[in-house]
């Protein structure tokens, strides 16, 4: 299950969100926002609340303690043996909010006191109190979305796409799942997420890939589970219009990215074996591998861990297991492939310098749609094997190695048809 994180807020942090004369600073309230994406639990101290009502101005202890109620008061425990009768009001407010933490009453304290944060180093409890901009920080790292940005993919959610539910698109889906309406707005609801082509920017859905993270899985019928976090392509569809353009190789290439960012340890999709033989095709191509069946699809794993595994398998083998890992040991040969410009754009359309814009898609071909591609080039090699590294350089202007790749399959030949074809 995703962890669910407890904050105590330290009063300098409680003011400004419950004060609207003050202005609130941006990581603080992207920080609560973030809280509440995560579902994690926001504490105050009674304390805390002791020391607003220390505060001579009237008006504002009364706005503040009228908006407290918004959060969770921390149940009472202990008291703190640090104060005596010379420990001064505010010093025993810190005190007994730290005394709670090393309670663990909550996992971290998030206050910008910098005298809270010297007491609680010496405390031991350094690594548990945060400013503003670490703890947000912290929620970043867990909850911002992994952003894939793809040629001419769009990452939606469902509800932008509830008005074309009657595009001729969505007929076959609707055939081959009663309720399909139904469940569409019910995970529009939700906030459910896709990735979405279409020929032009406000076209009618040409590719649609419906996805979603799961924990703790069980995917078939007959009781597998995958452990941790999932990446599911809950509605694979690629339209007739566009087959032939490697638009399910792009969403596969957009898949295997997120699930990295977002550390899935697996990728799976229901299949029905009738109607998708295309799709099998490609997911089998890929690595996905047969486990059992729910409700009549079949269902497909592949394996995405984290970690490279420590195997010594066929190196292509290895790299169709667990994309994105390759073997790269002292056995695999590496090879510089130089290329030009115009050619690393049609091959490489998603690749772009650091702050640069994405370019836009070749105007004549959808190569760079696809994961596997084919290059031609006058090398003086006949010594590539498959499982080999080449390494990409994009010459003249940048000058640099921009994309590995993994060989599959490599042929010397005179033909001009044997290349062609």
Same mark, same amino acid.
């Given at each position: ?296 699809? +079949? ?5 995405? #861990?984290?970690? !490279? @595994?420590?195997?010594? $398998?066929?190196?292509? /083998? &290895?790299? %169709? ?9 002292? +056995? ?5 492939? #130089?290329?030009? !410009? @115009?050619?690393?754009? $049609?091959?490489?359309? /998603? &690749?772009? %310098? ?68």
């Amino acid at each position: 299950m995703p962890l669910r994180l407890r904050f105590i807020l330290d009063t300098n942090i409680l003011i400004p969100l419950q004060d609207s004369f003050i202005k609130l600073q941006p990581n603080l309230a992207n920080f609560v926002r973030l809280a509440g994406v995560g579902g994690h639990q926001l504490l105050y101290h009674a304390a805390s609340e002791a020391d607003i009502l220390r505060d001579q101005n009237v008006d504002r202890r009364t706005r503040t303690l009228e908006r407290l109620r918004q959060y969770t008061l921390l149940e009472s425990g202990p008291a703190c043996p640090w104060n005596n009768a010379t420990t001064s009001a505010n010093d025993a407010c810190d005190n007994e909010i730290l005394y709670t933490l090393e309670n663990s009453a909550a996992h971290a304290l998030v206050t910008e006191d910098q005298e809270i944060h010297k007491k609680a180093k010496v405390r031991g409890l350094g690594d548990r109190v945060f400013y503003i901009q670490a703890a947000e920080d912290w929620l970043r790292r867990l909850h911002e979305r992994a952003q894939i940005v793809l040629p001419r993919i769009q990452d939606i959610e469902l509800h932008t796409l509830t008005t074309t539910l009657a595009d001729p698109f969505f007929f076959s889906i609707r055939a081959g799942y009663p309720g399909f309406d139904a469940w569409f707005h019910r995970k529009a609801q939700e906030g459910r997420r896709a990735w979405l082509y279409r020929d032009s920017l406000n076209g009618p859905p040409e590719a649609l890939c419906i996805y979603a993270i799961q924990h703790d899985e069980q995917i078939n019928e007959q009781g597998v589970v995958l452990s941790g976090p999932a990446l599911k392509l809950c509605t694979f569809k690629v339209g007739e219009l566009v087959r032939g353009r490697k638009i399910g190789e792009l969403f596969l290439k957009a898949a295997f990215r997120y699930a990295a960012d977002e550390r899935c340890e697996h990728i799976f999709v229901h299949a029905d074996p009738g109607r998708h033989g295309q799709l099998i095709a490609l997911l089998e191509d890929f690595g996905f591998e047969l486990q059992g069946s729910y409700r009549g699809d +079949s269902v497909y794993v592949k394996e995405h #861990p984290h970690e !490279p @595994p420590p195997l010594l $398998i066929d190196a292509f /083998d &290895y790299l %169709r297991r667990y994309f994105p890992h390759y073997r790269s040991d002292e +056995s695999i040969q590496k090879f510089l492939v #130089p290329i030009q !410009p @115009p050619f690393h754009q $049609i091959l490489f359309p /998603d &690749y772009g %310098r650091p702050g640069a814009a994405l370019p836009a898609a070749h105007p004549q071909t959808h190569v760079g749609n696809a994961m596997k591609l084919a290059y031609l080039c006058h090398a003086p090699t006949n010594k590539v094997r498959t499982g080999d590294i080449v390494l990409f350089y994009r010459t003249y202007d940048l000058k640099t190695i921009t994309t590995l790749g993994v060989v599959e399959r490599y042929e010397i030949s005179q033909s001009a048809t044997e290349i062609a074809l």
